[in-house]
């Protein structure tokens, strides 16, 4: 990801957290008194972050398709950088049709790749797993931790996708939302 898309990144992201009521415009957050909606803002954070995630990585294999002269980030003559220029060779031999294919399966996969995710928090065969955010002031020092499933259980499946909808760059960075996807 390049200094220009990283930024654009943060400026979308913080502006979801102000259309949100999550920030104020000294980019403070504004946690809510209420257990219960700091709880739901916390895991929204949560979803934000993971949506973020999600987004970079598609810039950043976008970029590697359709940029076969693209910088890599690697030291010249490493391993990653020489797996820069593998990726970016065998894309570059392939029609326009073929790299939107696959755009597609990184972009379907990545949702996946989400939802599986958010089922094993939700689903943890080996005990019962909790997610808790702790909320830090200027000083980085603790001011109190909110639970974020807030009624004891995760369920965070049924959201990851929508947050997808929520929080994601989408068309802006040629990753459509659910609404934009064709079937």
């Given at each position: 990801?390049?200094?220009?898309?990283?930024?654009?990144?943060?400026?979308?992201?913080?502006?979801?957290?102000?259309?949100?009521?999550?920030?104020?415009?000294?980019?403070?957050?504004?946690?809510?008194?209420?257990?219960?909606?700091?709880?739901?803002?916390?895991?929204?954070?949560?979803?934000?972050?993971?949506?973020?995630?999600?987004?970079?990585?598609?810039?950043?294999?976008?970029?590697?398709?359709?940029?076969?002269?693209?910088?890599?980030?690697?030291?010249?003559g490493s391993?990653?950088?020489?797996?820069?220029?593998?990726?970016?060779?065998?894309?570059?031999?392939?029609?326009?049709?073929?790299k939107d294919?696959?755009?597609?399966?990184?972009?379907?996969?990545?949702?996946?790749?989400?939802?599986?995710?958010?089922?094993?928090?939700?689903?943890?065969?080996?005990?019962?797993?909790?997610?808790?955010?702790?909320?830090?002031?200027?000083?980085?020092?603790?001011?109190?931790?909110?639970?974020?499933?807030?009624?004891?259980?995760?369920?965070?499946?049924?959201?990851?996708?929508?947050w997808r909808?929520?929080?994601?760059?989408?068309?802006?960075?040629?990753?459509?939302?659910?609404?934009?996807?064709?079937?």
């Amino acid at each position: 990801m390049t200094e220009k898309q990283r930024r654009e990144n943060q400026k979308h992201y913080l502006e979801c957290c102000r259309r949100e009521g999550w920030l104020d415009k000294d980019n403070n957050h504004l946690w809510p008194e209420d257990p219960e909606a700091r709880a739901d803002m916390g895991r929204g954070l949560f979803g934000l972050a993971l949506t973020n995630a999600l987004d970079s990585i598609f810039i950043d294999w976008n970029d590697l398709i359709f940029n076969p002269k693209g910088r890599t980030k690697a030291t010249p003559g490493s391993i990653v950088d020489q797996l820069d220029k593998h990726w970016r060779s065998g894309f570059a031999s392939m029609t326009e049709e073929q790299k939107d294919f696959v755009v597609q399966v990184i972009d379907d996969l990545l949702d996946s790749v989400a939802y599986k995710f958010a089922i094993t928090l939700d689903r943890f065969d080996h005990g019962n797993l909790s997610l808790h955010l702790t909320a830090v002031d200027d000083q980085q020092q603790p001011k109190f931790t909110v639970q974020i499933q807030p009624h004891g259980f995760l369920e965070m499946f049924q959201d990851v996708l929508g947050w997808r909808d929520q929080f994601g760059r989408g068309s802006a960075i040629g990753r459509p939302t659910s609404e934009e996807e064709e079937v």
